[in-house]
């Protein structure tokens, strides 16, 4: 697939496809410590974090995720056979596959996690079948998007009686967004140690809906809004949204090579502001992905 794009005037030296797995050559681990009694954060030692990755399949495994693919239907309140249909269309566009392209998304995700300071990285079923493992400062995520390498330390200085922290929620879709309302979004959120004293908290704050609910509309804690950029959304062309959206208005193969096409040559002309330097090399890699997409 050939992508042109007229206004392509500011490009930068892009990390190509065959270097990324070369730079996740770093085993992932989780640092697991028990935290019966969740610490102070005015103590003089600084707070556990942990990214919390919600339900993420094996991408390799695309036969099992085809096999669940009604549950995800469900799941998301969609009709059955939607997630199979817009992942065979896929398939049938690209010679790289739906599941090719999402495990490179999550490899990039996932170095991106191991490179937040402060901060160990845990599966959202560990965490359910041990919740003793919390930490002080929890940051629900799915796994493509990002977080700002100092994050941790921002969210160290809020009072100790805050429960739930937001942040400005930045959407990428090949040009930065900033949204404008306080709402919880995919990952701008943190949920703090006075949160976690119902017992059933990690099902309230883990999906970004329920999160909201208790931060906004509920009020069952106390919380309070930074002003700093700590979190990007990744809107991408494999997005379930985002082609859900692309093939309401122009089906089938056409839909999601245009949906590829704007995505990569919104990347290639976009820069982010100062305060999301951090997110420059992720967005360069998923454009890089997405423009070496060749159709079939």
């Given at each position: 697939?050939?992508?042109?794009?007229?206004?392509?005037?500011?490009?930068?030296?892009?990390?190509?496809?065959?270097?990324?797995?070369?730079?996740?050559?770093?085993?992932?681990?989780?640092?697991?410590?028990?935290?019966?009694?969740l610490?102070?954060?005015?103590?003089?030692?600084?707070?556990?974090?942990h990214?919390?990755?919600?339900?993420?399949?094996?991408?390799?495994?695309?036969?099992?995720?085809?096999?669940?693919?009604?549950?995800?239907?469900?799941?998301?309140?969609?009709?059955?056979?939607?997630?199979?249909?817009?992942?065979?269309?896929?398939?049938?566009?690209?010679?790289?596959?739906?599941?090719?392209?999402?495990?490179?998304?999550?490899?990039?995700?996932?170095?991106?996690?191991?490179?937040?300071?402060?901060?160990?990285?845990?599966?959202?079923n560990?965490?359910?079948?041990k919740?003793?493992?919390?930490?002080?400062?929890?940051?629900?995520?799915?796994d493509?998007?990002?977080?700002?390498?100092?994050?941790?330390?921002?969210?160290?200085?809020?009072?100790?009686?805050?429960?739930?922290?937001?942040?400005?929620?930045?959407?990428?879709?090949?040009?930065?967004?900033?949204?404008?309302?306080?709402?919880?979004?995919?990952?701008n959120?943190?949920?703090?140690?006075?949160?976690?004293?119902?017992?059933?908290?990690?099902?309230?704050?883990?999906?970004?809906?329920?999160?909201?609910?208790?931060?906004?509309?509920?009020?069952?804690?106390?919380?309070?809004?930074?002003?700093?950029?700590?979190?990007?959304?990744?809107?991408?062309?494999?997005?379930?949204?985002?082609i859900?959206?692309?093939?309401?208005?122009?089906?089938?193969?056409?839909?999601?090579?245009?949906?590829?096409d704007?995505?990569?040559?919104?990347?290639?002309?976009?820069?982010?502001?100062?305060?999301?330097q951090?997110?420059?090399?992720?967005?360069?890699?998923?454009?890089?992905?997405?423009?070496?997409?060749?159709?079939?």
């Amino acid at each position: 697939m050939v992508v042109i794009c007229y206004k392509d005037l500011a490009l930068v030296a892009w990390t190509p496809i065959s270097k990324i797995n070369e730079k996740m050559t770093r085993p992932l681990f989780v640092r697991w410590r028990r935290n019966s009694g969740l610490r102070h954060r005015n103590s003089s030692s600084p707070p556990q974090a942990h990214i919390v990755l919600r339900q993420s399949p094996n991408w390799k495994d695309g036969t099992s995720i085809l096999d669940a693919a009604e549950a995800y239907d469900r799941l998301i309140g969609r009709p059955i056979g939607f997630a199979r249909g817009f992942i065979e269309l896929w398939n049938k566009t690209f010679a790289t596959t739906y599941f090719q392209v999402r495990q490179i998304l999550k490899e990039i995700t996932l170095a991106n996690f191991m490179s937040v300071k402060g901060a160990n990285y845990v599966r959202l079923n560990a965490l359910l079948e041990k919740p003793e493992i919390a930490a002080d400062i929890i940051l629900f995520s799915d796994d493509d998007d990002w977080f700002s390498p100092v994050i941790v330390q921002e969210l160290e200085g809020v009072p100790v009686e805050i429960g739930g922290v937001t942040w400005p929620s930045v959407r990428y879709d090949g040009a930065f967004f900033l949204r404008k309302d306080t709402y919880c979004y995919t990952n701008n959120y943190a949920v703090l140690t006075p949160a976690q004293r119902e017992s059933n908290w990690i099902e309230l704050y883990a999906q970004h809906g329920g999160a909201d609910a208790c931060f906004h509309k509920r009020a069952v804690i106390k919380t309070t809004q930074l002003g700093s950029l700590l979190s990007v959304t990744n809107k991408h062309p494999a997005s379930t949204v985002t082609i859900e959206k692309m093939l309401a208005q122009t089906p089938g193969k056409d839909g999601l090579v245009q949906l590829v096409d704007e995505y990569v040559c919104r990347g290639r002309v976009n820069r982010p502001v100062a305060e999301l330097q951090w997110s420059e090399p992720l967005a360069a890699q998923a454009v890089e992905l997405f423009a070496s997409l060749k159709t079939r």
